[in-house]
């Protein structure tokens, strides 16, 4: 005869009432149910057999009510015990409904336990305020029970009551805890409703107001808990509006966590990883944040505030029910985990017997299983927790205050003006258009665009990014993904608001292709693509196409995904200067390698890059300039398809152009497109000026036939980096030729001090200096035989060939106005080499630079005047040796 049989037998003949009982189905898998799982209750039904009866009734007894003593109340409430146990065990109540057995049971043995401590209270009120899981309803079989008192009158007489009561109910059921009370131990045990509003306004912390939430009123004066319950709830929900409350609730639950043995925190369902309090701390955080404007997330109990928090679209649907399934779970092996004993733990046993018996009880087969499941969710969970309590969105809202995330029509009016939205009627259109309705797209919006307010505020122009947000937002609105993506998708909306408010360039790309947004969720998806995996992927995608027009739009689509990972990377201050023209020049290598692939199949031409393509400097407004070679014979041909190439990639079409400029080849536009290798050495060995010598320093082979590029590049070694460098007469002649470039081909009306190109101190000061050294001294120097001109400029200083303080000065020069340069075409949207002087247009430029916020454009502008100014010195002494 097993343990259960013979507990069974003996309760039968202890009581013959039981034997008849047994007829009924439900009381023997009940009575069974009970023995097996919990051997502590199994024999409290020795000493006490009559109480079998509560596997029957379907209410609880009112044995607890009726208790006149703290041993009459014991016996009741573990009847009451015995009613909820029998009914969990057969899966009768799901877990929410055995919660809420367990804390009415308690509520009960309260009010018991506070009418036998207190039976003619005449000269005090005292109210018994229920705090943490049985004040969410959601009370364990084994747990502390955690209070707060309330009394008015005479408080010395009223603490002496609660004393008693918490003694009585110690005794009868579990201890009683008011650790939760302010100063908790070292304060007093009982406080009026005053004392409690004054502390809780002056002194209490956040994890206090984090506790309130789970507040109810639970025994003794009625009247005065509601009282208190009133007075101290609006408190919770203004508690976030300090601005630490996120990171304070964050390090107490690192605390905790820090303070849980490394053995234990595996077996720990309760604080371990992925365990109970993940659940309960993220929760808890959302509702801190939220519920300030949102009252339906105010739920005292986990599993409630989860579904809000859900039907809200604060949390994401499966998100919200894998957390509330884990939750149930989790709750259930704790209850499991507790009745065996009627033990107060939250761990999983070691011993293998123990781990079978919890695993059969849970339907598992066996402990590994059990184990392996365990496992699984609480990976899950802390996926979850670390994706939700450390959102960047919820830091965002958490540090808007409480008033700003009601948009009031007024009050959203007032709080546009004041953030300098120049059309606030406008705007409040936008507001009321992403937010008017009671779907889940609406709730999301109302979420976020708080934020993104202040976000867009920040940009020079508010208006434009709230604008630029409402087209993406109608764009991609029913798509299922987007605003999920942009609740939990990270940073995205905060970057996304900052790209939108100050880069026209990029909105540009976003509006074309908006679905490319889910790139700013990971850093890795911003990381530049090497160049020969966009070609293979740009040939993949025109290989898909029969049509020799869709295959180059086909790759004309991916450069403008490209474009746009790499100007959000720049802005967001993940590129380098370096970095973003390399970046952009592997994108335009690869698009003129997939397009050759197109229009060249059998590979007769070969792409040179020239200017800032081939010197790998690539900015965000360069054309592709190019030369093209073929070989002997092929030239009509050749001529062809170049042509094509070029008509192509500049057709109009929803994706950007790319202009491919062949103006540098051999007489320029009179000249033909295309030459083969043979005309090239023909023309430079009799024919070229040493302005063309200058070009060819920043030849590259790009894309087609390699053979061809690989001639070409050394015949233009024997024309850039001449034998004896220069004569007198073609120094006289580079020289000549800066002073026109200087003089006639700056634009009309442009401020040479600030323009970007060929203003004083400019890219071409720059880069005319270190060609000048190149083109004198490349033949002899080999560090000087490079495309790239910050290279050039070093090997140019490591060889004395310019004092190493100037070419510092150069270099500090080129990076700023490079940098500048790209931030204009950010920043408008097109391209522009002149730098405003001031207003909306500068700061726009400063923005894009990644300048502090609160730095004043005119300073920045005082320093680009400084360095240019240094830069144009050093430039004179190196071109016209002054």
Not at 196 to 220: D, N, S
Request: glycine share 8%; hydrophobic share 45%; charged share 25%.
């Amino acid at each position: 005869m097993d343990a259960v049989d013979e507990r069974l037998a003996r309760l039968t003949e202890a009581d013959p009432a039981l034997s008849r009982a047994l007829a009924d189905h439900r009381v023997v898998e009940r009575l069974n149910a009970v023995l097996t799982a919990s051997p502590a209750l199994a024999d409290h039904l020795l000493v006490h057999p009559g109480q079998w009866r509560a596997l029957t009734e379907e209410t609880h007894p009112e044995a607890i009510a009726a208790a006149r003593d703290r041993d009459e109340l014991r016996l009741a409430y573990r009847q009451g015990l015995l009613h909820v146990a029998a009914r969990d065990l057969t899966g009768d109540w799901d877990y929410p409904r055995v919660a809420q057995g367990l804390s009415d049971l308690a509520d009960l043995t309260l009010r018991a336990g506070l009418r036998l401590a207190d039976p003619a209270p005449g000269d005090h009120r005292l109210a018994v305020i229920a705090m943490g899981k049985l004040g969410g309803r959601e009370l364990n079989y084994v747990s502390d029970v955690d209070v707060v008192f309330a009394a008015e009158g005479d408080l010395d007489a009223a603490a002496r009551a609660a004393a008693r009561m918490m003694e009585i109910c110690g005794h009868a059921a579990w201890p009683v805890d008011a650790g939760l009370r302010p100063e908790g131990a070292q304060g007093p045990l009982v406080r009026t409703l005053a004392a409690h509003l004054a502390y809780y306004k002056r002194w209490a912390r956040t994890w206090e107001f984090q506790a309130l939430i789970k507040a109810r009123p639970v025994a003794g004066d009625d009247g005065l808990g509601r009282e208190w319950l009133d007075a101290l709830t609006p408190l919770v929900w203004t508690a976030a509006d300090r601005g630490e409350v996120v990171d304070e609730v964050r390090a107490m639950r690192r605390r905790v966590e820090a303070h849980l043995p490394k053995a234990d925190a595996e077996k720990e369902i309760k604080l371990g990883r992925g365990g109970l309090r993940d659940i309960e701390f993220a929760v808890q955080l959302l509702q801190l944040v939220h519920g300030r404007s949102d009252p339906a997330l105010r739920s005292a109990t986990t599993l409630t505030a989860l579904e809000a928090l859900t039907g809200g679209g604060y949390l994401g649907r499966d998100d919200g029910a894998l957390l509330a399934e884990a939750y149930a779970w989790l709750r259930t092996v704790e209850h499991r985990i507790q009745l065996h004993r009627l033990r107060r733990t939250h761990r999983i046993p070691d011993d293998p017997t123990d781990l079978g018996r919890l695993a059969r009880l849970l339907g598992h087969r066996n402990g590994e299983e059990f184990l392996d499941h365990w496992r699984r969710y609480a990976r899950e969970v802390r996926r979850l927790h670390e994706k939700l309590f450390y959102r960047p969105l919820l830091e965002a809202v958490a540090k808007v205050p409480t008033g700003d995330l009601r948009l009031t029509p007024k009050a959203a009016r007032e709080r546009l003006t004041v953030l300098g939205y120049a059309d606030p009627a406008g705007a409040l259109r936008h507001i009321s258009a992403l937010t008017d309705g009671v779907g889940r797209t609406s709730l999301i919006q109302r979420q976020l665009l708080p934020v993104l307010l202040g976000e867009f505020a920040d940009a020079p122009e508010p208006d434009r990014g709230l604008l630029a947000y409402r087209q993406i937002s109608d764009a991609l609105g029913r798509t299922p993904w987007y605003l999920g993506l942009m609740r939990d998708g990270g940073p995205i909306a905060q970057r996304l608001a900052g790209l939108l408010g100050t880069s026209r360039y990029v909105t540009d790309l976003l509006s074309r292709d908006p679905a490319a947004l889910r790139m700013l969720a990971d850093d890795r998806e911003l990381a530049p693509r090497d160049r020969d995996v966009l070609a293979d992927g740009m040939r993949a995608a025109a290989a898909r196409h029969d049509d020799p027009a869709t295959a180059v739009a086909a790759v004309r689509a991916m450069r403008r995904r490209e474009l746009l990972r790499v100007a959000s990377a720049d802005l967001l201050g993940h590129l380098t200067l370096d970095q973003t023209g390399a970046a952009l020049t592997a994108v335009t290598d690869a698009v003129l390698a997939a397009a050759l692939t197109i229009v060249d199949p059998d590979g007769r031409l070969a792409v040179i890059g020239m200017g800032r393509l081939g010197g790998a400097e690539t900015a965000y407004g360069s054309d592709a300039d190019v030369l093209f070679v073929c070989a002997d014979g092929d030239e009509t041909a050749a001529a062809e398809r170049a042509e094509r190439l070029r008509a192509l990639l500049s057709a109009p079409a929803p994706d950007p152009p790319l202009g491919v400029d062949a103006d540098l080849r051999p007489e320029g536009r009179q000249g033909p497109l295309v030459r083969s290798l043979s005309a090239y050495r023909a023309y430079y060995g009799r024919w070229s000026r040493v302005w063309e010598a200058q070009a060819l320093l920043r030849a590259r082979f790009v894309a087609g036939n390699p053979e061809l590029g690989a001639g070409f590049t050394a015949l233009a070694d024997t024309v850039r980096y001449p034998a004896g460098g220069l004569t007198a007469a073609q120094l006289t002649e580079i020289r000549r030729l800066k002073v026109r470039v200087d003089t006639e081909r700056l634009p009309r009306g442009a401020d040479p001090t600030t323009h970007t190109k060929l203003g004083r101190g400019g890219l071409s000061d720059v880069e005319w200096s270190v060609q000048l050294l190149q083109l004198r001294h490349g033949h002899d120097t080999p560090g000087l035989r490079t495309p790239a001109t910050l290279p050039a400029l070093s090997a140019a200083a490591d060889a004395r060939l310019i004092a190493p303080g100037d070419a510092e000065a150069l270099g500090r020069a080129w990076r700023l106005v490079s940098r500048v340069r790209n931030a204009l075409v950010l920043t408008k949207g097109k391209a522009t080499d002149q730098l405003p002087k001031q207003g909306v247009a500068l700061a726009g430029v400063t923005r894009a630079l990644g300048r502090p916020n609160d730095e004043e454009p005119g300073a920045f502008l005082d320093e680009y005047l400084r360095l240019t100014r240094q830069a144009h010195g050093v430039s004179e002494t190196v071109l016209y040796e002054t």
